[in-house]
């Protein structure tokens, strides 16, 4: 038996993993659960995913294991479901949370519309794009705090707005630079836990402490106590290592001008 769909055709073998698997409205599948499906050896589930990953039915997440592409992602295993939607069956299990752009856009603190949906979680995994959108993994040694969120009828880990923000201030390259994250500070002003915000800034990096009572008391939101420094830090090292300025208070070397990061007041 031959299976073809628009061209691309399908042995008996796989024909069965695709039905089997369709059934089961499998997600995450790995080569042990194919081979024990299939009643297959190892080496013969490896060549059977080998094959379904050339045709895009299978999408290789890691050594061994696979996101299942069903029927009606049609040829080149995307479909349009909902995204967001699909982290908890991507993800299977795992600590996890989403963060930066997706999660700005999910609590209205930009209007940009998100290009990928970052997840940030302990274990190292290798970007893929699946859904129609990419996967980002942003890797770090300590999870954050998170909270569920409804995305239609699933449940999504996503980054807490206190949270997200030590987040953009930790790593701006994520989230478009500190400017990004002085937006949605502001943005998110009535939103924010302050004590929250500052008890979770007291674990996080003397950076990032020093970036959050900088963008806060130039947005005059709140005020902020710097602490004992010792040496300096960027503002956004994510931008140009150009020091325009230095802000002694919070023992930081401005490469950011102020005009730059408020000209989203403008728009």
């Not at 299990?93 to 998100?114: C, D, K, N």
């Not at 970052?118 to 890797?139: D, I, K, M, N, Y």
């Not at 705090?145 to 953009?168: F, S």
């Not at 701006?172 to 915000?197: F, H, R, S, Y």
Request: net charge positive.
């Amino acid at each position: 038996m031959c299976f073809d769909m628009q061209n691309i055709r399908f042995g008996e073998m796989e024909s069965k993993a695709l039905f089997a698997l369709e059934e089961r409205e499998a997600g995450i599948i790995t080569l042990g659960q194919l081979a024990a499906m299939l009643r297959l050896t190892h080496v013969q589930a490896w060549g059977l995913a080998s094959r379904l990953v050339r045709k895009h039915r299978l999408i290789r997440l890691k050594r061994g294991t696979y996101l299942f592409a069903p029927m009606k992602a049609g040829p080149k295993g995307e479909w349009s479901e909902d995204a967001l939607g699909a982290v908890p069956k991507l993800m299977e299990g795992r600590e996890y949370y989403v963060g930066f752009w997706a999660a700005l856009s999910h609590y209205g603190l930009t209007e940009q519309i998100p290009l990928n949906i970052q997840l940030v979680t302990r274990g190292q995994q290798r970007h893929f794009r699946a859904l129609q959108t990419s996967f980002e993994f942003v890797q770090v040694r300590r999870l954050g705090e998170w909270k569920m969120e409804k995305i239609g009828a699933h449940d999504v880990k996503m980054a807490t707005v206190e949270q997200l923000i030590l987040d953009c201030l930790s790593m701006p390259e994520k989230c478009g630079g500190v400017k990004m994250a002085c937006q949605a500070i502001w943005t998110a002003q009535e939103k924010v836990d302050w004590k929250k915000l500052e008890t979770l800034a007291s674990k996080s990096n003397d950076a990032v402490r020093r970036r959050l009572g900088y963008v806060c008391e130039l947005l005059n939101v709140r005020k902020m106590k710097p602490g004992r420094l010792a040496g300096w830090r960027w503002l956004d090292p994510s931008a140009k290592k150009q020091a325009l300025a230095k802000s002694e208070k919070w023992g930081l070397v401005l490469n950011v001008g102020e005009k730059q990061l408020m000209e989203w007041r403008e728009t």
